[in-house]
C-alpha cells in the first residue's frame, strides 16, 4: 500500500465519547481503530506504547472498536471493556489486559478478569451499564465503516487515515508530516479524487489555448514541430515531437482504455452478457447518428473526410463530470457511461487505423501480424507475466508505424491478449504467506546477524504476491496513471491550442455545425434509441437503479468529443484552417454537451435526494 492519508475520521475526537490517553490539546492525535483476540492488534499495541513515549506530552491516542467480523470472543472482548469503563472506570487497565492476551483470548478470561479488576457481575442492577457499554460497540463500529477503516487495526493522524505499513519508524515518519511525505500525501489525494484527471485535462487545454493565443504562440507551435528521436551512425528515427505524442504516447491511453474495458467484460459489471449489451448498443448508436448528421450537413468534398470527429467521447472529461454530481448519479449509471464512452474509444481507434491511414506497407504489415500472432501464442500458452506483452507490444508499435498503420492500435492489440486469471484461492495463499514468515520467525538463532528475512523467503512471498494480481490488472494499475496524469494533459497541452480568429470560421459554418449538432444532439439521441431498441428487443437489460431520464443526461455528457475528436480531426483535416475549424467544433460542442449533462443529472438527481 501507498504511504498515505485518504478518508476522514467521523466523528471527530470528542473526550466525552472517546477513549483517550494524552493531553486534549495535544498536536497530533492518532486514532486506532481495533480489535481483540487479533495478533496484528496485539504487534499494534507495541508499537502505539513505544510511540507515546516517543513523542510524549505531542501525542494524544484514541482507541475504536472494530471487531473482527465474525469473532464472537473479540466482540466480547469489546464489550468488556466498555463494561468496565461504565462500571468502575477501569477502561485503560482493562484494554491493555485484553490487548496483551491477544489471539489467545478465551472465554475463561473474561471471568478471571473482571475477578481481577473486580468488575460488579452481570445481573439485573448491571443492565444498564451492558446496554451502555453495547451501545458505544456499535457506535465505534458505524464510525469504522463511515469512515472507510477496512481492517482492524486502521490509524487516523489527525483525523485522516493512514494507509502505510505500521512498524514505528514509518508510523512516527507519517506522525511527524516531513516535507516529502506531505508532498506525496498531497499528490496521491489528488490523484485519488475522481475528477482530477478531468481537471488537469481542462488546466492543460487553457494553457495551451492561452499559450497560442500570446505573443510566444509561434515559439510554441514550433515546439511541437520540432524534430526528436534517436540517431545513431547514418540511421535516425525521428519524428515531430506532436507525433510522438499523439501516435507513441497515445498508445498508453488506448492500452488503458481497452484493459478496463476488458476488466469489466470479464470479472467487472458487465460479465453478464445482457449487462454488458446496453452500453456496447448505446456506444454503437452514439457513434452512427452523429455521423449521420454530419455527412447530412457538410457539403460534399474534402470535408466530409472528418465524418469520424463527432463519434467519440471524451472518456476523463465525462467520468469527471458524472463524479462531482457525487451520489446524485447511481452508481450503475456511472459504470454504463464509462463502458459506452470505453467502447467508442475503442472503435474510434479501429476507425482511425482504417479510415484515415495512409500508404500501407506490406512487409511491415505482415511482420505486424506476426508479432500479434506471438502474443496470441503467449496468452493460449498460459504465460502469465507482464514483461513479455509489454516488449512485444513496443516491437507490434514498431512494426504498425513502419507499416503506415496507426500505431496507437498496438495498445489495443496488447490490452485484449494481455491475459485475465481466475480468482486466486485467498486463503490458501493467505495460509502459505503465514507458513514463509513463521518458518522466518520460528529459530532465533538463525536470525543472528540479520536484518531481515532470507532472500528465499522473499521470493516465495515475491511468488505469493504475484499470484493475486491477474498480468492485466497488474498492467493496468502500472500504466493508469501515466496516462491520466502525463499522456492526456500533453495531448492536451500539444492539440488543444486553438487560435481564437474568425478566420477559421468563414466558410466554414457547415462544418462547424455539423460537429456540434453531431456531438450535443446526435450523440444522446443515437444512444438512447439504440438502447431502448436493445431493451425492448430482450438483448439487454436496463438496472432500475436508474431512469430513462438519468440516462439522457448521461448520454448527453457523452457528447463530450475532446481528446479523440480532435486526434481525428488532426488526421483527416491536413488543411491547417480546416483543422482549426474542427478545432473550434469540437470545443463548442463539448461545452454545451458537458453543461447540458451536468445540469440534467443535477436536476434528476436533486428529485431523489
Known amino acids: 500500500m501507498s504511504n498515505t492519508y485518504i478518508s476522514k475520521l467521523d466523528p471527530p475526537v470528542h473526550s466525552q465519547s472517546d477513549h483517550t490517553l494524552g493531553e486534549t490539546k495535544a498536536a497530533i492525535t492518532l486514532v486506532e481503530y481495533g480489535s481483540y483476540n487479533c495478533s496484528y492488534c496485539q504487534a499494534a499495541h507495541d508499537v502505539v506504547a513505544n510511540l507515546r513515549d516517543r513523542f510524549d506530552g505531542r501525542m494524544r491516542y484514541v482507541f475504536r472498536h472494530r471487531p473482527i ?55 439485573a442492577s448491571t443492565q444498564e451499564a451492558w446496554s451502555r457499554a453495547q451501545a458505544k460497540v456499535e457506535a465505534d463500529i458505524a464510525s469504522s465503516k463511515r469512515s472507510g477503516a477496512p481492517v482492524s487495526p486502521t490509524f487516523f493522524i489527525n483525523s ?90 497515445l498508445t498508453i491511453f488506448f492500452l488503458v482504455v481497452g484493459l478496463e474495458i476488458k476488466r469489466e467484460l470479464t470479472v467487472g459489471r458487465l460479465a453478464a452478457r445482457r449487462a454488458a449489451a446496453l452500453p456496447l448498443a448505446a456506444a454503437l448508436g452514439g457513434m452512427t447518428v452523429p455521423a449521420i448528421i454530419y455527412l447530412l ?41 464509462t463502458a459506452a464512452v470505453v467502447v467508442d474509444d475503442l472503435v474510434a481507434i479501429v476507425l482511425v487505423t482504417v479510415f484515415y491511414s495512409g500508404h500501407i506497407d506490406p512487409f511491415n504489415a505482415a511482420a505486424a501480424v506476426i508479432v500479434t500472432g506471438l502474443l496470441v501464442l503467449l496468452n493460449r500458452g498460459g504465460v502469465y507475466r507482464a514483461l513479455p506483452y509489454a516488449l512485444l507490444g513496443v516491437v507490434l508499435w514498431l512494426f504498425l508505424h513502419a507499416a503506415g498503420l496507426h500505431a496507437t492500435l ?53 511468488v505469493i504476491h504475484d499470484r493475486i494480481e491477474s498480468p492485466a490488472d497488474k498492467l493496468l494499475r502500472a500504466v493508469e496513471p501515466w496516462s491520466s496524469y502525463l499522456v492526456l494533459p500533453l495531448f492536451a497541452l500539444a ?82 484552417p480546416d483543422f482549426a475549424a474542427g478545432k473550434i467544433g469540437v470545443f463548442l460542442a463539448s461545452i454545451l454537451a458537458g453543461a447540458l449533462g451536468f445540469l440534467l443529472l443535477w436536476q434528476q438527481g436533486k428529485r431523489k435526494i
Not at 171 to 186: D, F, P
Not at 496 to 507: I, K, Q, T, Y
Open 69 to 123: 467480523s465474525g469473532n464472537t470472543k473479540a466482540r466480547q472482548a469489546a464489550e468488556l471493556a466498555e463494561y468496565a469503563h461504565e462500571t468502575t472506570n477501569r477502561y485503560w487497565e482493562t484494554h491493555d489486559a485484553l490487548m496483551k492476551l491477544g489471539p489467545s483470548l478465551e472465554h475463561i478470561d473474561f471471568e478471571t478478569l473482571a475477578i481481577q479488576l473486580d468488575l460488579p457481575p452481570r445481573d
Open 160 to 249: 485522516r487515515c493512514y494507509e502505510g505499513p505500521w512498524d514505528e519508524n514509518t508510523l512516527a515518519e507519517a506522525i511527524l508530516g516531513s516535507l516529502g511525505h506531505r508532498m506525496q500525501t498531497m499528490a496521491l489525494g489528488f490523484a485519488r479524487w475522481a475528477p482530477s484527471t478531468g481537471l488537469l485535462l481542462l488546466a492543460m487545454t487553457l494553457l495551451a489555448v492561452v499559450m497560442v493565443n500570446s505573443p510566444i504562440g509561434p515559439m510554441f507551435e514550433a515546439l511541437w514541430n520540432m524534430p526528436t528521436g534517436l540517431i545513431a551512425g547514418d540511421m535516425a528515427f525521428q519524428l515531430p515531437l506532436r507525433e510522438w505524442i499523439n501516435d507513441c504516447l
Open 297 to 337: 450537413l457538410v457539403p460534399a468534398g474534402p470535408l466530409t473526410h472528418g465524418w469520424a470527429i463527432p463519434t467519440t467521447t471524451d472518456t476523463a472529461f465525462a467520468v469527471a463530470l458524472i463524479a462531482f454530481l457525487g451520489r446524485r448519479v447511481p452508481v450503475e449509471l456511472r459504470v454504463f457511461l
Open 410 to 462: 498496438a495498445g489495443v492489440i496488447v490490452a485484449i491478449l494481455t491475459p485475465t486469471r481466475p480468482p486466486a484461492n485467498l486463503a490458501a495463499l493467505m495460509a502459505q504467506a503465514e507458513s514463509v514468515i513463521h518458518a522466518e520467525l520460528r529459530s532465533a538463532e538463525e536470525r543472528v546477524m540479520r536484518h531481515g528475512p532470507s532472500e528465499s523467503s522473499m521470493r516465495a512471498l515475491d
Open 495 to 576: 492539440n488543444a491550442g486553438l487560435v481564437l480568429s474568425m478566420e477559421a470560421v468563414n466558410g466554414r459554418e457547415f462544418l462547424i455545425l455539423a460537429i456540434t449538432l453531431g456531438l450535443v444532439v446526435g450523440k444522446p439521441l443515437g444512444m438512447i434509441t439504440a438502447a431502448a431498441i436493445a431493451v425492448r428487443m430482450g438483448w439487454a437489460v436496463k438496472p432500475d437503479a436508474y431512469s430513462w431520464r438519468q440516462m439522457i443526461g448521461a448520454a448527453t455528457l457523452a457528447g463530450i468529443g475532446f481528446t479523440m475528436s480532435l486526434y481525428i480531426a488532426e488526421k483527416a483535416f491536413l488543411h491547417a
